[in-house]
């Protein structure tokens, strides 16, 4: 027999084997469709009920789309909730809660990649800590701290918790990024003539930019998306943000106002929508490739 002849009903394991990796991936394919389809079901259930009328949101065989779609659902939840003020300070809130958590983890991060010591570990160590703490836990001690510093019903109260609740997971996120940096260009800023500081401005920080910007829209998603901190810490009706509003489409007895709360949850999801979509090539795309020396 030939070399390299198979014999007569020799199973062929080249095609056997890229009929199993085809089907390999048509499962992942598959499983990553289904996956889509449970993440937008809700989304495209909100859009439907927000432009249904009131006489479709009572019909006992519900459609997905709107028969008579209408915009009364939008008017009609702007003139019972003051949804611009409340999202004005959402904004301002998870805006400020963002670039301060970032401005304060990015140097943490560094120190907690680059220096491997006891404060590395007691920040680790707090990291993973804090995330296992619930909200009800933490939020009486918070509240007394909070009403000595007189930040009680104040959006900067606010914000400053925001900021800390966000930054375990910002300086874990950042400091996987900085490990990602070769060290070799901080060695090459320091044969330069460039300090620390000057070579984290200069040099690690703009090849940071993918996780600052991801940490950045991370910590934006929580502040925006935030209920419990808000209710217990604003009261007054003027400061409250947009998720806390959104519960005043429930009835005393608990039934919902389901038109206009659809309306409204629709406009308090698009920010994030629209966030994430203007600076997804920024997350995903790398920028080591112009961190070359000339």
């Known amino acids: 027999m030939r070399r390299g002849l198979l014999p007569r009903g020799a199973p062929d394991r080249e095609a056997t084997g890229l009929r199993t990796g085809r089907a390999a991936r048509t499962g992942q394919y598959l499983a990553l469709l289904a996956y889509l389809v449970f993440l937008a079901f809700p989304f495209v ?10 006489r479709e949101l009572g019909s006992l065989h519900p459609t997905w789309i709107p028969e008579n779609p209408t915009l009364d659902n939008f008017r009609q939840a702007f003139d019972e909730q003051p949804l611009l003020q409340a999202a004005g300070n959402s904004l301002v809130a998870a805006v400020s809660a963002a670039l301060i958590a970032v401005v304060i983890a990015t140097p943490m991060a560094y120190v907690m990649a680059r220096h491997r010591g006891r404060l590395a570990t007691a920040a680790t160590g707090w990291v993973v800590v804090s995330q296992a703490f619930p909200f009800v836990l933490v939020i009486i001690p918070l509240f007394l701290i909070l009403k000595n510093l007189h930040l009680i019903n104040t959006l900067w109260g606010l914000i400053l918790v925001y900021v800390v609740w966000s930054l375990p997971f910002a300086l874990w996120m950042l400091a996987g990024y900085v490990r990602a940096v070769p060290t070799e260009l901080e ?35 929580t502040a925006w998306n935030e209920f419990f901190f808000a209710l217990v810490l604003l009261k007054t009706p003027e400061k409250q943000t947009l998720p806390v509003v959104l519960t005043h489409f429930l009835g005393a ?27 997804q090539r920024r997350i995903t795309g790398g920028m080591t490739a112009g961190a070359v020396k000339h």
Request: proline share 7%.
């Open 187 to 221: 060695e090459a800023a320091a044969v330069d003539g460039a300090g620390r500081l000057r070579t984290l401005v200069s040099v690690v920080a703009p090849l940071l930019a993918p996780g600052i910007v991801a940490t950045a829209l991370f910590a934006f998603i």
């Open 45 to 54: 259930w909100l859009i439907s009920t927000a432009f249904k009328p009131a």
């Open 253 to 279: 007895e608990g039934v919902a106002d389901l038109g206009p709360l659809a309306a409204a949850a629709f406009l308090a999801t698009l920010p994030s929508l629209v966030l994430f979509a203007v600076i």
